[in-house]
Structure formats: C-alpha cells, structure tokens
C-alpha cells in the first residue's frame, strides 16, 4: 500500500512538470521561454477576411464606417480576447479601436463580427473637406486603405497566441461623399 502512494506521488510529480513545464522562481510560478507559444500539434491559426468596409456617416471630419470580418477557425472552439485594430488612410494611420467583450470561435466554423471604426479624415492630407466636395467622382476615384488586426486566442487552457492580419482594399470616394453631413454642429 505505501509503495502504491509513494509512485502514484511520483507520477503526479514526475507528470506535471513534464507537461506544464512549469518552472519555480521565488513563489511565481512562470514558463521558461522556451515553452511560450509552442503549440498542440495540428493547431492552425484563424484567418481574417473582410467581407465589407461600409461608410455609415461622415461628419466631417469624423467618418464613421463598419467593417464587417468573417473569422475562420480550422481548430476546436477558441477563446478570443483583446481584439484591437486600426485604420490606415492613403498610407495615414487615422483611427483605432477595440473589442471589449472576449467571445468564443465555433469549433471549425466561421464567425462573422463586425468592427465599428472610427476615422479622422482631417488627418489625411488627400482627404481634406475642399477636396471631398470638389473630387470628380469617376468610378476610379478610391481611398486605399489597410486594417490591423490583431487579437489574442486562448489554446487548450495554458497559452496564448497572439494572431496578427492585415485586410486591404479601397473605399470609392463615392461611398464617401454620398454620407457627408454638413450640417450645424451641437452647440453652435
């Protein structure tokens, strides 16, 4: 009996410092940094895909757009948190945002979110209000733009990954001034 208790400790000993990896420094336990970010095998990386960059209102110089992502898990049901991302304009970064609420990826399925985005127009020297209003407004007339995502996902119960993606495209100008608001401002 006490040689059954004394290898069922040694297992559970021997066990949990071979799959955790935990290391003791003073009384916080740590990973060594090795063992961060290594990951279940078979384990793939969620992708991102805009699916559209939608111009909801513009005031001047504040422009209120939506961004619509489809976030595709290959793996069992993730956790998703700290998602943050931001605007690039014609090469100007001109707005940030985050995702407050952490919410789980369906196992091997998609999940679409959509990301209110804020933007300053007036921080980007083409898209000044004289020349959205005097812009011919061709169907070749567009604003490139770039959004950064990045976000965290929780793997098994132990790591982090932290995914990372870049979506482009271009807005027409169009999109733009069909939603310029020039009325009074509050206050005035």
């Not at 991302?85 to 001109?94: A, D, G, K, T």
């Not at 609420?101 to 004289?130: I, R, W, Y």
Request: glycine share 8%.
């Amino acid at each position: 009996m006490r040689d059954d208790r004394y290898h069922r400790r040694h297992f559970l000993h021997s066990s949990a410092s071979a799959l955790f990896g935990l290391a003791v420094t003073g009384n916080v336990f740590a990973l060594p940094p090795d063992d961060e970010g290594k990951l279940p095998k078979g384990f793939r990386e969620p992708t991102l895909t805009l699916n559209k960059l939608q111009v909801e209102q513009v005031d001047y110089p504040t422009a209120h757009l939506r961004a619509d992502i489809t976030i595709d898990n290959p793996n069992r049901s993730l956790t998703l948190t700290k998602l943050t991302y931001r605007i690039v304009l014609n090469e100007v970064e001109c707005g940030t945002g985050q995702h407050p609420e952490k919410f789980t990826l369906p196992k091997k399925a998609p999940f679409d979110l959509c990301l209110p985005v804020t933007a300053d127009l007036s921080a980007v020297p083409q898209l000044g209000l004289n020349t959205i209003l005097q812009a011919r407004l061709g169907e070749g007339v567009a604003i490139n733009y770039v959004i950064h995502v990045a976000f965290d996902v929780g793997v098994l119960w132990l790591f982090k990954r932290h995914i990372k993606a870049t979506l482009t495209g271009r807005l027409p100008l169009q999109d733009v001034v069909g939603k310029v608001s020039l009325g009074r401002r509050r206050g005035t």
